[in-house]
């Protein structure tokens, strides 16, 4: 089997983080969801930082977390970041025009080691504000770091990403928690998903990826304050089975369970 390295950094703890990323080995990829291609090094190996729940315009140490990741994006090389969502609280963008954006985004990550592409997917946070403002090609004309869908699929030669929109299958987001979601485009909520559960489980299927990872902002399973999503247990978890990413009797994820926290992950084929 092909030897993969791993090396993970947690640069600051703030506050318990939805955000997760579930990494597999497994036992290209669908024509519904849209796909992008991150070339690998030379060298066949994959470099990147994955951060979640960040965008505080510079308070709770979202600038110190930035600086420590510049250091670290230098000294491993990455090739490009991931955010798991919860990218501008506390209630996401107002519009495209909203100032956030580059107190949040641009302003906060200027290390040059940072000025490669962004992967984003969206956060509960994200969906209490205009989701069309995040998902907006103007956008990345403001800074072409930005690259925000709700799923999509992200090939590498020696890994495929798969980003899932899973704020939409909590259902306590709909039924009223307190808070207004921005559903325009995704409503009603059975439909939305089952398309969305249809795409993925084709994908996860054709991908011939020595490595397959599926990035989300919420956990299958976690041991924090948040705890496991149901939803996902019900809906996700069996996909992931099914389609042999998963043992039955193995742990399913492996939660990041900071704030502002920045993991940096190295793959090789």
Request: hydrophobic fraction near 40%.
């Amino acid at each position: 089997m092909a030897g993969v390295a791993r090396e993970a950094i947690a640069l600051a703890l703030v506050l318990a983080t939805t955000a997760s990323v579930l990494l597999f080995l497994p036992d290209s990829c669908s024509a519904v969801l849209q796909r992008f291609h991150q070339p690998i090094k030379a060298n066949g190996s994959l470099s990147l930082l994955v951060v979640g729940d960040w965008g505080r315009k510079g308070q709770f140490n979202q600038s110190e977390v930035a600086t420590q990741m510049g250091k670290v994006g230098e000294k491993m090389g990455i090739d490009f970041v991931i955010s798991t969502g919860d990218n501008f609280y506390t209630d996401g963008l107002d519009s495209v025009d909203d100032p956030a954006f580059e107190e949040s985004f641009t302003n906060i990550y200027r290390a040059k080691s940072l000025q490669k592409q962004w992967y984003i997917v969206l956060g509960n946070h994200d969906y209490r504000g205009n989701v069309s403002a995040q998902l907006s090609p103007a956008l990345p004309k403001i800074d072409h770091r930005w690259l925000c869908m709700r799923s999509f699929i992200l090939n590498s030669e020696i890994v495929d990403f798969f980003f899932v929109d899973t704020t939409p299958f909590v259902e306590s987001y709909w039924s009223g928690d307190g808070h207004q979601y921005d559903w325009s485009e995704i409503s009603p909520r059975e439909s939305y998903i089952s398309n969305l559960l249809k795409d993925f489980e084709a994908a996860l299927k054709e991908s011939t990826a020595p490595w397959r990872i599926v990035v989300g902002h919420h956990p299958v399973r976690s041991v924090s304050e948040h705890g496991d999503t149901a939803e996902l247990l019900d809906l996700l978890l069996p996909i992931l089975k099914v389609t042999s990413l998963i043992p039955n009797s193995c742990t399913v994820a492996r939660r990041l369970t900071f704030s502002l926290v920045s993991w940096y992950l190295k793959i090789t084929g």
